[in-house]
């Protein structure tokens, strides 16, 4: 079964292709957010199926359009993303409860959540429900002030000002936490399972750099 990120990818892909413009596979790939050989995957796999029809165009370009079978193909790919996305979201919202609960029960109640994308409007609806506050999101990257009132840190707060961090970052994870975790008392950076962590220590263990 395809990754919720896939099915994006693919649908985000029939949609730049359906008002039937002139278009070069770098300008598909970068209304996608995808290589140029993925792109061109794509293409190869939408004509085989029927999905798409390609014209030539003056000065070695394309035209491609979506037959009625790829309008077809967009719709059910859409409904397979929003199903994905429902259970997706009930999933996270799930995994950072339970990590709320684990925190409340360490008398933890002050967190730092780690990013300000979708994760961290997911993971404030599930602190909602317990007795935790958001003091905060650290995002040097974004361009927010806020996410759901809760203000955007550039520059990780005083360690006094929380009890836990609480990883949201869905774009670079891993990344984020070998940054961030050698900076904080061991056990007070959680992530949920969904971002597949490797703890420093596994990695140190494993002959790796933390």
Request: aromatic share 6%; glycine share 6%.
């Amino acid at each position: 079964m395809p990754t919720r990120a896939e099915l994006k990818t693919r649908l985000d892909f029939l949609q730049s292709l359906e008002r039937g413009e002139v278009v070069s596979q770098l300008t598909l790939s970068q209304r996608v957010g995808a290589s140029v050989g993925l792109v061109n995957a794509l293409l190869k796999r939408a004509v085989h199926k029927g999905y798409v029809k390609v014209k030539a165009a003056p000065y070695k370009r394309f035209a491609y359009y979506l037959t009625p079978k790829g309008f077809t193909e967009k719709s059910q790919l859409v409904v397979a993303y929003l199903d994905h996305s429902l259970d997706f979201f009930r999933d996270a919202r799930d995994q950072y409860r339970d990590l709320f609960l684990q925190a409340e029960a360490r008398r933890c109640r002050r967190v730092l959540l780690i990013g300000a994308g979708e994760l961290a409007e997911i993971a404030m609806l599930a602190a909602s429900e317990t007795d935790v506050e958001i003091i905060g999101i650290l995002d040097p990257r974004t361009n927010r002030d806020r996410v759901g009132g809760v203000r955007v840190l550039r520059e990780l707060p005083d360690r006094a000002t929380f009890d836990l961090a609480v990883l949201t970052d869905a774009s670079s994870p891993q990344a984020t936490f070998e940054r961030l975790a050698p900076g904080l008392a061991p056990a007070t950076m959680l992530a949920p399972e969904l971002l597949r962590i490797t703890r420093l220590e596994t990695m140190s263990a494993a002959g790796g750099t933390p």
